[in-house]
T-cell receptor, first 116, second 111 residues
Framework: GAVVSQHPSRVICKSGTSVKIECRSL??????MFWYRQFPKQSLMLMAT?????????EQGVEKDKFLINHASLTLSTLTVTSAHPEDSSFYIC????????????FGDGTRLSIL | EDQVTQSPEALRLQEGESSSLNCSYT??????LFWYRQDPGKGPEFLFT???AGEEKEKERLKATLTKKESFLHITAPKPEDSATYLC????????????FGTGTRLLVSP
């Protein structure tokens, strides 16, 4: 149980392109979803938290207009990297948690984004 | 400021050689402490949640313990397939469901 699917697993695209990443909870209702960024040999950096049907809460230093997050249903959240540039290249990981205050986050397998 | 420090950064063990990983934390109020395993190029896999000092959880060769200042992940008689990065995270009781992660311990178990 508690499976989170993230798609695509890898994206290579040209600078200036917008890229959409999907995160789905397959077997539970995800009231809250999280988006992280991870650099090589470093830990996960939280970018934003989203609750179903409401606007995402972004961490300090994360550009809202650059990283658009939509959490339209209890099983789907999307992250769109708009007008991506080489410095946006990274490993992006989503997670989802169910109802309740102390619920573990279950993670997708990440998306490797490479901007040329 | 809430903070998590994991040690060692990297650990190399022979198959069958038991050891422990450490997670020290400072947090205004602890709602829960989580252990995850992460394989290269993959997302973290949930292992354990610990809520209060004195609590212990076990899963196969892994055992997690918690005190008021730190948590240990004990690995008994490890196998090569236990090789991974182990991440510790705390959930403060401020900031709805947000986790603060440590930088992880990279474990390599040689046959």
């Amino acid at each position: 149980g508690a499976v989170v699917s993230q798609h695509p697993s890898r994206v290579i695209c040209k600078s200036g392109t917008s890229v959409k990443i999907e995160c789905r909870s397959l077997d539970f209702q995800a009231t809250t979803m999280f988006w992280y960024r991870q650099f090589p040999k470093q830990s996960l950096m939280l970018m934003a938290t989203s609750n179903e049907g409401s606007k995402a809460t972004y961490e300090q230093g994360v550009e809202k207009d650059k990283f658009l997050i939509n959490h339209a249903s209890l099983t789907l959240s999307t992250l769109t990297v708009t007008s991506a540039h080489p410095e946006d290249s990274s490993f992006y990981i989503c997670s989802a948690s169910g109802r309740g205050v102390i619920q573990p986050q279950h993670f997708g397998d990440g998306t490797r984004l490479s901007i040329l | 400021e809430d903070q998590v420090t994991q040690s060692p950064e990297a650990l190399r063990l022979q198959e069958g050689e038991s050891s422990s990983l450490n997670c020290s934390y400072t947090v205004s109020g602890l709602r829960g402490l989580f252990w995850y395993r992460q394989d290269p190029g993959k997302g973290p896999e949930f292992l354990f949640t610990l809520y209060s000092a004195g609590e212990e959880k076990e899963k196969e060769r892994l055992k997690a313990t918690l005190t008021k200042k730190e948590s240990f992940l004990h690995i008994t008689a490890p196998k090569p397939e236990d090789s991974a990065t182990y991440l510790c995270a705390v959930q403060p009781n401020t900031g709805f469901q947000k986790l603060v992660f440590g930088t992880g311990t990279r474990l390599l178990v040689s046959p």
